[in-house]
C-alpha cells in the first residue's frame, strides 16, 4: 500500500506536466482513529492545515524553478544544504516527511516487528528493550523542531534525527519509520510533554508490519 501511495505522490513528471508534482494524499485510516494518544483535532490539524500548506507551497517553488519535472528524490538530494534552495527543500523535504509518516501509524500498533527485522533490531541493538530506549531517548535529547526515524543503511539499521525538514532520503539512506517531533504533532494533546506523544505513538501506534514490509523489499 506504502508504496503505491508513495508512487502515485511522487513520481516523476512528464516533460510536460500536467499536473503538481505533489498532492495531498488522504489518510490511510479515519481522522479520529488514533485516539487517545493523537487526538482527531491534532491530526486535521497536521494533515488539512501544516501537511496542506507544504504541499501548495512546494508545488509553488518547484513551478517557478529548474527543478520542474524532476522527482521529489530529485530534488531533495540535488537541493538539500543550498541556501539558494532552502525554501524549495524545506517545503519539499516536509510534503515527502509528513506523508511518510502517515504510513508510519495505525490504529493497531501494539504488535513487535517479527522476522528479518527483529533479527536485525537484536543485532544492531542488542534486542527490544535496548532499541526502544535508544530511540526513545534520541527523540527526547534532540533539540528543537524535527523528526527521529530508524533507517536502513545500506545493510546496518540506525537510529538518527534531523533537525527541522531534512530528511533521510536526501542522504541517500532508506527510511524504515518516522515520528514527527514539531510541537504541531501533539501540543495540543500533551503540551510540552514529548516523552508522552512519542512513547505513545512507539509502544501503540507505530505500524511495524509495514515497517518489516519495507525493511525486507527497499521499496518506500
Not at 30 to 59: C, F, M, R, W
Not at 122 to 141: M, P, V, Y
Amino acid at each position: 500500500m506504502i508504496f503505491a501511495t508513495l508512487l502515485a505522490l511522487f513520481a516523476a513528471c512528464s516533460p510536460e506536466p500536467k499536473g503538481p508534482t505533489l498532492t495531498l494524499p488522504p489518510l490511510p485510516w479515519p481522522s479520529d482513529a488514533l485516539e487517545p494518544v493523537i487526538s482527531q483535532q491534532t491530526i486535521e490539524l497536521h494533515h488539512g492545515k501544516h501537511h496542506a500548506g507544504y504541499v501548495a507551497k512546494a508545488n509553488q517553488l518547484i513551478d517557478d524553478s529548474r527543478f520542474k519535472g524532476k522527482s521529489v528524490e530529485e530534488i531533495l538530494s540535488a537541493t538539500r544544504e543550498k541556501k539558494k534552495y532552502k525554501d524549495l527543500f524545506n517545503n519539499t523535504a516536509q510534503a515527502w516527511n509528513h506523508a511518510f509518516f502517515w504510513e508510519c501509524l495505525t490504529p493497531e500498533g501494539t504488535a513487535r516487528p517479527t522476522g528479518a527485522l527483529a533479527q536485525a533490531i537484536n543485532t544492531e541493538f542488542g534486542g527490544w528493550k535496548a532499541f526502544r530506549d535508544e530511540f526513545i531517548e534520541a527523540s527526547l535529547s534532540h533539540f528543537g523542531s524535527g523528526w527521529v526515524w530508524l533507517v536502513r543503511d545500506k545493510e546496518t539499521l540506525r537510529i538518527l534525527t534531523t533537525a527541522n525538514a531534512d530528511t533521510p532520503v536526501a542522504r541517500g539512506l532508506t527510511p524504515l519509520f518516522t515520528i514527527d517531533l514539531w510541537e504541531h504533532a501533539y501540543y495540543l494533546d500533551v503540551q510540552n510533554r514529548r516523552k508522552a506523544y512519542v512513547e505513545g505513538v512507539f509502544d501503540g501506534l507505530a505500524h511495524w508490519k509495514a515497517v518489516e514490509k519495507r525493511y525486507g523489499t527497499g521499496e518506500l
